[in-house]
């Protein structure tokens, strides 16, 4: 079973720049979730789907992030403009369900830096 | 809001010495509880669970026990190995909730040396 595609794995910007991630779930999996990882600290989750509709976006700053899962598949987050703050891991998650008992399996992350 | 609390690395031990890395957490409901792992370049990995208190997770020789009277679910292993060298990271669900997202410690960085 092919696990969560993430793209690209590496990204290097300069502040007020835009940039876009890319992340694939596991097939059949209903539930995605966006994660921010800041060095140094646990992942903290910025946006959570289910199928194509918005669960949890209370942490996204909405004034320049953004993320759509258009068809219930793939999903974008992208960030316009990016500030030196936004330098992290960002990580793709999926789930079969919304749960506790549903397992998230995580992909291995876009590491963003800003300068 | 809830928080999960794990001691701060990093933990450096030796080939087959006991490992606990220390881990608490507040919530206002009955959440499930995580210790997910973190290998150098990947991404992270579900190591071991519990859905209710007294549940013991194992995985790999790891252990850990929801104390709901204590509040917390510390790791262990009796015996690490080289290649246990990675970032354990303790994590709380709110298993009744709206969404089920998980909220993370700060992670721990063991190393272990040959």
């Known amino acids: 079973e092919a696990g969560v595609a993430q793209s690209p794995r590496y990204k290097i910007i300069e502040k007020r720049q835009s940039v876009a991630f890319w992340c694939n779930p596991i097939?059949?999996?209903?539930?995605l979730y966006w994660y921010q990882q800041i060095l140094g600290q646990g992942p903290k989750l910025l946006i959570q789907?289910?199928?194509?509709?918005?669960?949890?976006d209370s942490q996204l700053p909405k004034d320049r992030f953004s993320a759509e899962r258009l068809k219930g598949v793939d999903s974008t987050l992208k960030i316009q403009p990016a500030k030196l703050e936004d330098s992290a891991v960002y990580l793709c998650?999926?789930?079969?369900?919304?749960?506790?008992?549903?397992?998230?399996?995580f992909g291995p992350g876009t590491r963003l830096t800003v300068t | 809001g809830d928080s999960v609390t794990q001691m701060e690395g990093p933990v450096t031990l030796s080939e087959e010495a006991f490992l606990t890395i220390n881990c608490t957490y507040t919530?206002?409901?009955?959440?499930?509880l995580f210790w997910y792992v973190q290998y150098p370049g990947e991404g992270l990995q579900l190591l071991l669970k519990?859905?209710?208190?007294?549940d013991k997770g194992s995985n790999k020789g790891f252990e850990a026990t929801y104390r709901k009277e204590t509040t917390s679910f510390h790791l262990e292993k009796g015996s690490v190995q080289v290649s246990d060298s990675a970032v354990y990271f303790c994590a709380l669900s709110d298993y009744g909730g709206a969404t089920n997202k998980l909220i993370f410690g700060t992670g721990t960085l063991l190393a272990v040396q040959p």
């Open positions: 097939s059949g999996h209903a539930t």
């Open positions: 789907f289910q199928n194509n509709g918005v669960v949890d």
């Open positions: 919530a206002t409901g009955y959440p499930s």
């Open positions: 998650a999926s789930s079969l369900k919304q749960g506790g008992e549903y397992e998230q399996y």
């Open positions: 519990a859905t209710k208190a007294d």
